[in-house]
């Protein structure tokens, strides 16, 4: 197929410079901060976060904020966390961003 | 002096454990003199600065650093991190998962500690508060690992505390109300365990820093339990 056989010269330079960059990407890959060379690879949501989800859940759960606990978590996306609460027994969704902002609590 | 691991542990985790209790008391002994042997961390991962790579971090690997550098790899050394929370600062919190136990400071901060957990199983989860402390607390192996363990053995009357000791410097005992849990956050004798999963469901930290906490806390301190895997859910 001609077209292909162009294709193929056409794009050779930029292939080229795709796989350079690629390259140069993985040699100067930035390692975390030291506070950060640990991680699971199930990635739960940080501790502080599953906590205010907790508290977010107090107010549509009519549960004291004390007695209600995260039971797990997951990524959800790049910026969000899913967190699974038990409020007395009740059970209840939040997401949460990675900056702190609760964007729903629903039951579960 | 305290005694603890007594397999005739005289509290309760409510709500019809007891048989649990029972013999997760027997298993909270043995595991702790017999932890590293069973060691894994499910899923932990730490960065390799030279192959700059994720590597998983296993008993071996753990073994390993330890003896190279004579302390866990950083993240799992103490430290002040910005920590977002509604929490009174004194608040203990345990993130089993990521091998954290955070004690809450004013300013939304947290200093972190690294910490080994239970290994499979053997996680849990729950809000408790801790109910004594102990210095060097004393080690009292159960009766069926003095009957096979002649090692355990000569301890049966109790392994007074010191830098052998499973328990090591000091033990924060976990109570739900006025029961106790059976579980304990405490000192060890093998440092090289913290960032695994080892035990049977007690937080381990090493001694420098298991000394650190208990100087600041106060008996009565909120403890929250986070759920690690698939952890046993004791209610609040």
């Known amino acids: 197929m001609p077209g292909t056989k162009l294709w193929g010269r056409a794009a050779a330079p930029q292939v080229g410079i795709l796989v350079f960059l690629g390259l140069a990407a993985g040699c100067s890959t930035t390692p975390p901060p030291p506070e950060e060379m640990a991680r699971t690879v199930t990635e739960t949501a940080p501790a502080d976060l599953q906590l205010m989800c907790a508290s977010a859940a107090a107010a549509p759960s009519g549960v004291d904020s004390a007695k209600i606990l995260p039971t797990g978590s997951r990524r959800v996306d790049a910026r969000t966390f899913n967190v699974d609460l038990d409020a007395g027994g009740r059970k209840f969704a939040c997401l949460i961003d990675d900056s702190g902002t609760v964007t729903s609590v629903q039951p579960a | ?236």
């Not at chain 2, 008993?59 to 302390?71: C, E, H, L, W």
Request: charged share 20%.
């Open chain 2, 1 to 236: 002096m305290t005694k603890d691991m007594d397999p005739m542990f005289p509290g309760a985790i409510a709500r019809g454990r007891a048989a649990t209790r029972a013999a997760l008391t027997v298993m909270l002994a043995a595991m702790v003199a017999l932890g590293p042997l069973a060691a894994y961390a499910a899923g932990t991962q730490i960065y390799d600065s030279k192959t700059k790579k994720w590597v998983d971090y296993d008993s071996r690997k753990a073994r390993q650093y330890y003896a190279r550098n004579n302390q866990a790899p950083e993240a799992f050394r103490r430290q002040v991190v910005t920590f977002r929370t509604a929490e009174r600062p004194g608040t203990i919190i345990i993130d089993g998962n990521q091998h954290f136990l955070y004690l809450v400071q004013p300013g939304n901060q947290a200093i972190r500690y690294g910490i080994g957990v239970g290994r499979e199983g053997f996680g849990w989860a729950g809000i408790v508060r801790v109910g004594r402390t102990a210095e060097w607390p004393t080690w009292t192996p159960p009766a069926e690992m003095v009957a096979r363990d002649p090692n355990a053995a000569k301890w049966a009357a109790g392994m007074p505390g010191g830098p052998e000791n499973p328990l090591g410097a000091r033990a924060l005992y976990l109570y739900e109300g006025d029961q106790d849990t059976i579980y304990r956050i405490h000192g060890t004798a093998e440092p090289w365990t913290i960032g695994l999963d080892v035990s049977s469901g007690c937080i381990r930290m090493i001694n420098d820093d298991i000394i650190d906490l208990h100087s600041r806390i106060e008996v009565g301190a909120k403890v929250i339990v986070l759920m690690q895997g698939a952890a046993l859910y004791k209610g609040v």
